[in-house]
């Protein structure tokens, strides 16, 4: 039998697995990107383990898609108030977040 703390760390290594396939992914077909941000997800919230800020900055919140500056994404600096602006090109969501 598997203790809760090994099960959540073996939880991690897949959320971390699955968002470097999705990067990996993404040239290729965006739609997988997109299913294995999915599964990281579902793996976090079975587990009940949170996923690391710079992967989750890396998902639309509206939407739930892998979010790739460029493609798919829009990244602006506003420097009077300090802050990173992301807009999803996919619905549209646009996401604050201080520098």
Known sequence: MVSK?????????R???????AEEIFDVESSLSDRYVEIARNIGMKYNVSI???FRRRICRNCKS???PGSNCRI???SKKKQKIVTCQK???VK???Y
Do not use: S, T, W
């Open 66 to 68: 892998f979010l790739v």
């Open 15 to 21: 959320i971390d697995i699955l968002f470097q396939q």
């Open 5 to 13: 703390k090994e099960m959540k760390k073996i939880a991690r290594e």
């Open 91 to 93: 619905c549209g969501d």
């Open 76 to 78: 602006r600096l506003n």
């Open 96 to 98: 604050r977040y201080p």
């Open 52 to 54: 690391p800020k710079e």
